[in-house]
C-alpha cells in the first residue's frame, strides 16, 4: 500500500515572501501522478497542481512548483510570493496509474499561515 | 452546475439515526469518489464508482455504511445507525473516465453525531 507524509503539521511565511512544503510517499509503483490540493476553511479541496511521475521536469502554476525528486521519493511544493489568499491547510496525495484504483491517499496535511 | 454539489452542506442527528449524503458530481464526469475527513483519521478513500459501478469498496470502514449510483451521475452516501465516531467531513469527488483526469472536490458535508 501508498503511503504519503507531510513532517510540518504547520508552516508560516511573510507576505511576499517564498515557503516550501514537505511531501514524502512511500510505493513500488513505477507509473503514479503526485498532487498537492489546497483546502481553505470553505473546505473544497482545490487542485494546486499536479505531477506525472514519468516526466522529469518539474511542474509549475503561477506561483507554485513542484521539486520531484523519483527517486527519493520526495515532492516538495514551493509558493513564491505568498500571498494572503494562499493561507490554507495544503494536502500533498497519491494516485496509482493502473486502472481501477483511482483513489488519492492523501498525507496529514501541512496548516500554512500568511503573515501581513 | 459548473461544479460538484454535494447536500445537505451540514447535518446534525442523534446516534442510532440513519442518514443520506448527496453528491451530484461534474457533468460527464463518470468516475465518483466518496472520502471522509476527521481530526483523528485525516483523510480517506470510502468507495470510488465508475459509472454506476463500484470497482473499489475497500475503504467504507463498517457495513452500516453503503452507497448507490444510479444513471451514472447522482450518489447516495448512507450510514445506518450512526455512531459518535462517524462525526466527520464527507466530501465527494468526480472526475472525467481517462485517469489522467485530477478529482475535482465538492464543499463537503459537515456531519455531526449527537
Known amino acids: 500500500a501508498q503511503t504519503v507524509t507531510q513532517s510540518q503539521p504547520e508552516m508560516s511565511v511573510q507576505e511576499a515572501e517564498t515557503v516550501t512544503l514537505s511531501c514524502t510517499y512511500d510505493?513500488?509503483?513505477?507509473?503514479?501522478?503526485l498532487f498537492w490540493y489546497k483546502q481553505p476553511p470553505s473546505r473544497q479541496m482545490i487542485l494546486v497542481i499536479r505531477?506525472?511521475?514519468?516526466?522529469?521536469q518539474n511542474a509549475t502554476e503561477n506561483r507554485f512548483s513542484v521539486n520531484f525528486q523519483k527517486a527519493a521519493k520526495s515532492f516538495s511544493l514551493k509558493i513564491s510570493d505568498s500571498q494572503l489568499g494562499d493561507a490554507a491547510m495544503y494536502f500533498c496525495a497519491y494516485r496509482s496509474q493502473s486502472f481501477g484504483n483511482e483513489k488519492l491517499t492523501f498525507g496529514t496535511g501541512t496548516r500554512l499561515t500568511i503573515i501581513p | 452546475g459548473a461544479g460538484v454539489s454535494q447536500s445537505p452542506s451540514n447535518k446534525v442527528t442523534e446516534k442510532g439515526k440513519d442518514v443520506e449524503l448527496r453528491c451530484d458530481p461534474i457533468?460527464?464526469?463518470?468516475?465518483l469518489y466518496w472520502y471522509r475527513q476527521s481530526l483523528g483519521q485525516g483523510l480517506e478513500f470510502l468507495i470510488y464508482?465508475?459509472?454506476?459501478?463500484?470497482?473499489?469498496k475497500s475503504g467504507l470502514p463498517s457495513d452500516r455504511f453503503s452507497a448507490e449510483r444510479t444513471g451514472g451521475s447522482v450518489s447516495t452516501l448512507t450510514i445506518q445507525r450512526t455512531q459518535q465516531e462517524d462525526s466527520a467531513v464527507y466530501l465527494c469527488?468526480?472526475?472525467?473516465?481517462?485517469?489522467?483526469?485530477?478529482?475535482?472536490f465538492g464543499d463537503g458535508t459537515r456531519l455531526s453525531i449527537l
Open positions: 469527488a468526480s472526475s472525467s473516465y481517462y485517469s489522467n483526469q485530477p478529482q475535482h
Open positions: 464508482f465508475q459509472g454506476n459501478s463500484a470497482p473499489d
Open positions: 505531477q506525472e511521475a514519468y516526466k522529469q
Open positions: 510505493t513500488s509503483e513505477s507509473d503514479y501522478y
Open positions: 457533468s460527464g464526469h463518470t468516475a
